[in-house]
């Protein structure tokens, strides 16, 4: 990430900013409706992303175009939405950098960055992204992606204190998640449960920066002595005594922190439990709490005042840290309040705030994981075929990725309809052979992935046993059939039935969305456009094309009477290596932007196109003694431990090993071994892979190459473009 910097610009809009700021903690004025103002990702208090603005509307918007926009200097994913307060823009980038902006012409106020150990990036599934700032006391909050919170001053930029939130260094944590405030703290979770992480909430003195409390998700070994406090103990109970302390257990929330003004709690969102297998994990079963759970703290204390587990023993990797929406709805005659939440697990949830007595609960997908949700005990209802991954491979619904996940939907109380993006996909799952011994800051899952998307592409590559075992199971066909596909819905909260729903195409990472009171449902596309949609039927109004794929949430702000959309666009996210040819980033560079429309506004020029590629180079002979097993074992080393960033795909963001330049193949030692790279965001792995092994994954990769290489070279005879598919030959890479 290079040194730190700190631009300092003077600019008169940041006096009244600045007056503003230092009353914005959770006021009785958060909990208005978010109107001229956006004061934190969610837009209000309530997190439901829905603005009264009304400026834009049906009959206005086809004059939508261009105010301003930022080149952020990166290429890799942008899912931060922006927040405005006193006609200031705060937003963040990858890895934690922070920005502030004149909202209304977009000059830079100043930009901060912090100086990241990028040592992390090796326990990052998801990109180097950030989802958000917040704002208060003067202050904008910020958390790096090695998990060290910043408070920045809101006018200069420059540090007013920093918290390293890491409790143990020897563990894979990081952090991607924007901060919350809740009264004088502000709190941030932690990332890495596929890794080696026991997930917790760190909260800090908003003005001193000092730790007032943390919650920690599992409980620690009970042989190390007694347990924090007695929502440990209680959560003690439902693990086996003997279970995989040693890899930490999982649970990070690594999103999904929500303050409720109206109850005085702190909600969170935990994630996934690991090793997947529940048996592997906690060998003789148990809930396992506080594992993919909604959680209700006490701000003071960090005190449990109620629980709620979505997914109890979870083994799915259903993570329910996808944002929560707090709002007010009619249930069986009487006004609640409530969470509305969809997490991975396929469900739409609707709980009680201040108790967290489940209301409803309602599929929005395939699912063969449970059949349904007892309304009395609150727990899912197992299938007994899926609900215990050690006994064989699994199909299933929802696959990992989640029926949603962390891009956020709208409550728009005008229509009634909770709306946002929904999967609808699954994925082999299976235990793969032999021991699974603790891995340092690495994945711990014990478990293979093979999405249903990829599963008909998949099966020859699949041990006989295993694919024979695979087309066994019920699941099979309708997964070969019906792989998955992603939409926009607007749906009923209380019944889950879809009231319209509108494709989206593909099924990586989707557009959050933006809901005004004009009857507008706003959202991006991994293709490349700003889509907007009438929130009552789908129909879309207007389109832009910006050439940048757009992952993240639109916002809405006023400024001297002009209305603005603004949204951060680039490619990144869940799978960001392999990039999908239907996604603006296969075409065009992908330079990350923040990009701000207005009525009236401009058109937008889209990023450069993709250079041409260029054939293979030759790779160089392979070492004396390589034999097709070292190969073999390389390849194996190398998906174990190199593929979730390095996909070796046409036009990944990240570099193609197949296609590695001489000085590279003659350094690739250094580079793994003495982390030469290391500046640029490349981890050493000389804690884990030996000498042999990297020989090993070097041999493999000058293998591919030269394949890769003389397919090119076929294609160009025949006159075909190079980054047409060839999956017989990609199949045995």
């Not at 064989?392 to 962390?406: C, E, L």
């Not at 949609?533 to 879309?540: P, T």
């Not at 757009?550 to 603004?566: C, D, F, R, S, W």
């Not at 790779?619 to 074992?633: D, F």
Request: hydrophobic content about 40%; overall charge neutral.
């Amino acid at each position: 990430m290079g040194p730190s910097v700190t631009q300092r610009i003077k600019h008169p809009v940041l006096a009244a900013a600045l007056l503003t700021l230092a009353a914005c903690t959770h006021s009785a004025a958060d909990q208005q409706p978010a109107a001229d103002h956006w004061t934190n990702p969610g837009g209000d208090a309530g997190k439901t992303r829905h603005s009264t603005l009304g400026d834009i509307n049906p009959g206005t918007v086809g004059r939508l175009g261009l105010a301003w926009m930022a080149e952020l200097g990166t290429n890799r994913g942008l899912e931060a939405t922006p927040v405005e307060v006193g006609g200031v823009l705060y937003t963040s980038g990858v890895a934690g950098r922070a920005y502030a902006f004149d909202a209304a012409t977009g000059k830079p106020l100043w930009a901060f960055e912090p100086q990241v150990d990028m040592q992390v990036t090796r326990t990052v599934c998801c990109d180097m992204v950030n989802r958000g700032v917040a704002v208060a006391d003067g202050k904008v909050f910020v958390t790096a992606l090695d998990a060290v919170m910043y408070a920045l001053d809101a006018k200069t930029g420059k540090v007013v204190w920093q918290a390293d939130t890491k409790e143990d260094k020897t563990r894979g944590i990081n952090s991607t998640g924007a901060p919350e405030i809740a009264g004088d703290v502000v709190m941030i979770g932690n990332g890495g449960a596929d890794d080696d992480v026991r997930g917790y909430v760190s909260a800090y003195d908003i003005r001193t920066g000092a730790l007032r409390w943390r919650f920690h998700v599992v409980p620690h070994d009970p042989r190390l002595g007694p347990q924090d406090n007695p929502d440990m103990d209680a959560a003690l109970k439902t693990w086996d005594p003997n279970s995989r302390w040693d890899i930490g257990g999982g649970g990070a929330p690594w999103d999904g922190l929500t303050y409720d003004a109206e109850t005085g709690l702190v909600l969170v969102g935990t994630g996934n439990g690991e090793p997947y297998s529940h048996t592997a994990r906690s060998p003789h079963r148990g809930d396992n709490l506080y594992l993919s759970s909604i959680v209700a703290l006490d701000p003071k204390t960090g005190r449990v005042k109620w629980h709620y587990q979505e997914s109890p023993g979870d083994q799915w990797d259903y993570d329910a840290t996808a944002p929560m929406v707090l709002t007010h709805l009619k249930v069986d005659g009487a006004d609640r309040g409530v969470i509305l939440h969809a997490p991975k697990n396929g469900f739409l949830y609707v709980l009680d705030r201040k108790t967290g007595q489940l209301l409803r609960a309602n599929p929005l997908v395939r699912m063969n994981w449970a059949k349904g949700v007892d309304r009395k005990t609150g727990k899912p209802i197992l299938t007994p075929a899926t609900s215990d991954l050690s006994s064989g491979p699994q199909i299933i619904f929802p696959g990992t990725p989640g029926a949603r996940n962390w891009f956020p939907a709208s409550y728009d109380p005008t229509t009634g309809l909770y709306i946002g993006s929904v999967l609808d996909m699954g994925n082999l799952m299976f235990v793969t052979p032999g021991p699974k011994p603790y891995r340092p800051k690495g994945l711990n899952t014990g478990a293979a992935l093979i999405f249903t998307t990829n599963l008909a592409d998949a099966m020859p590559t699949l041990p006989p046993p295993v694919a024979a075992a695979v087309k066994a199971l019920p699941a099979y066909k309708d997964a070969v059939a019906n792989p998955g596909f992603a939409e926009m819905r607007g749906i009923d909260p209380l019944t889950g039935k879809t009231v319209w729903h509108q494709p989206t195409g593909g099924w990586q990472d989707r557009g959050g969305v933006l809901t005004t009171a004009s009857g507008l449902t706003i959202h991006g596309t991994i293709a490349g456009q700003l889509i907007v949609r009438s929130s009552r039927d789908g129909r879309i109004l207007k389109t832009i094309e910006t050439g940048s794929s757009i992952l993240a949430a639109p916002m809405t702000y006023k400024v001297g009477g002009v209305q603005y959309i603004a949204v951060m666009a680039a490619w990144g996210g869940g799978g960001y290596a392999y990039v999908p040819r239907y996604s603006a980033a296969y075409k065009r560079i992908n330079a990350g932007r923040l990009l701000v429309f207005k009525l009236d506004g401009g058109a937008i020029a889209p990023p450069p196109e993709q250079a041409a590629l260029d054939i293979a180079p030759p790779p160089p002979a392979q070492a004396p003694g390589t034999t097709p097993e070292v190969i073999a074992a390389g390849r194996g080393l190398f998906f174990a431990n190199c593929a979730i960033c390095h996909s070796n795909q046409h036009r990944s963001i990240t570099p193609d090993l197949r296609r590695m330049q001489p000085a590279t193949h003659a350094a690739f030692n250094d580079i793994l071994l003495k982390g030469l790279y290391l500046p640029a965001g490349m981890p050493r792995w000389d804690d884990v892979l030996t000498p042999k092994d990297v020989a090993a994954i070097h041999a493999y990769l000058i293998d591919a190459q030269g394949k890769t290489r003389t397919v090119e070279q076929e294609k160009i005879r025949r006159h075909l473009p190079l980054d047409a598919p060839s999956l017989a030959i990609l199949s045995s890479f």
